[in-house]
């Protein structure tokens, strides 16, 4: 065990603040990046699961939300059906309007007119739709045939289980869809969306709503193929027989697509680079100075160590070393506070998401802060000077 290490273990009180410190920015940092992230993964939480292999958009897309125009004309369908590796394809199509809930009627009686406004809600959703057929493109794979059945039933949706208090409702419950009456056939988990509500209902179900999407155009169409294995390069083909009308994704291709979007909103990147400044300053000033403490509260120790022969240079090698593993233990503790603020996150139906090369980079950065703020401390060796041990 090296030197800078067994002195991190035997006197960690004297470097925990600069831990703690570390730990914090990491995770203001990550928190940002989570949330955001979270966000967008609840948007496309039903097109992540689904059976397609492939998306197809607009040729001038680059995500399939906030990335130009996305829809296709449906002329453009039978033309990727040709593939003879396709298999299906279906269009997404969805609406959104005002959802209203039902108050209920108590057990004992009538309820009381006066009380009754407490309990309807009204909110914005969003309405997506799948076709109501086991095994559709458009299915998520966590759908059970039950819940594909249940959805067959004229005008029933489903709703995500964090969606229900805010929507006032529960399974089995009447509500009101754009002055239509729905019926929640469905209660989900996994599809948490806190910015807005959303419901799910099939095609025929958003046909009868009278907001089903049958004109010229139709949204990104959704592919599934023979062999999924062969998705880059059946992608590949469809681009090069779409002469320039449309371009094909794999799924793979179009998630990063929209994580990188996220950060090419003015109002994220600025909150995002507001952070990491704040969280590098206050990291690197409270480490900086907790390192240099730490290192006069040892300065005869370090004086003992020239006295002994050992070089400033090997001195400064100790205190970088030292640095180094503040930053290690403080990526530790920043992962593992990150990891509970995210399970309380859950808990309040605020999905989280962590992409591995960000958080990868965020820890890199972290380190860099250490080493930074070791590197501000060496000035302090210089009071390490043999002759004060005869003082």
């Not at 529960?170 to 989900?188: C, E, P, R």
């Not at 120790?301 to 290690?328: D, H, K, N, Q």
Request: charged fraction near 15%.
């Amino acid at each position: 065990m090296s030197l800078a290490l067994a002195t991190l273990i035997y006197e960690w009180r004297r470097y925990m603040a600069a831990v703690i410190a570390l730990a914090c920015s990491g995770l203001l940092v990550l928190f940002f990046i989570g949330m955001f992230m979270g966000i967008g993964k609840g948007f496309t939480a039903q097109i992540d699961r689904a059976r397609a292999d492939i998306m197809v958009l607009g040729p001038g897309a680059t995500a399939l939300f906030n990335g130009g125009p996305s829809g296709l004309p449906r002329r453009l369908m039978p033309l990727v059906m040709s593939h003879p590796e396709v298999t299906q394809v279906a269009p997404l199509d969805g609406s959104g309007g005002r959802f209203q809930n039902i108050a209920q009627r108590s057990k004992d009686g009538p309820t009381d007119p006066s009380t009754a406004p407490k309990n309807t809600k009204m909110e914005f959703v969003r309405m997506t739709v799948i076709d109501a057929v086991p095994g559709s493109v458009t299915v998520p794979t966590d759908y059970t045939d039950a819940m594909v059945e249940a959805l067959r039933q004229p005008y029933a949706v489903a709703v995500d289980q964090t969606a229900l208090k805010t929507l006032g409702v529960k399974l089995g419950d009447q509500a009101l869809y754009n002055g239509k009456t729905i019926t929640i056939g469905v209660v989900t988990t996994g599809y948490p969306n806190m910015m807005q509500p959303t419901l799910v209902a099939s095609r025929d179900t958003l046909r009868m709503l009278g907001e089903a999407d049958t004109g010229s155009r139709v949204g990104p169409l959704m592919v599934k193929i023979a062999d999924p294995a062969r998705a880059d390069i059946v992608a590949a083909q469809l681009n090069k027989l779409a002469d320039g009308k449309f371009k094909a994704w794999t799924r793979s291709e179009l998630a990063q697509a929209n994580e990188g979007s996220l950060f090419k909103e003015s109002f994220i990147a600025i909150i995002l680079i507001a952070a990491v400044i704040i969280s590098g300053f206050i990291g690197v000033v409270i480490t900086w100075q907790t390192l240099r403490g730490a290192i006069m509260a040892n300065i005869k120790e370090f004086a003992s160590l020239r006295a002994l022969g050992v070089s400033m240079g090997s001195l400064r090698v100790i205190v970088m070393e030292l640095s180094f593993w503040v930053g290690v233990v403080g990526i530790l503790m920043a992962l593992a506070l990150t990891w509970g603020v995210s399970m309380l996150a859950s808990m309040g139906a605020l999905p989280m998401a962590f992409p591995l090369p960000i958080v990868i980079a965020v820890s890199i950065f972290l380190l860099i802060i250490a080493m930074l703020s070791g590197l501000l401390s060496l000035g302090v060796l210089k009071n390490s000077q043999p002759a004060d041990l005869l003082r």
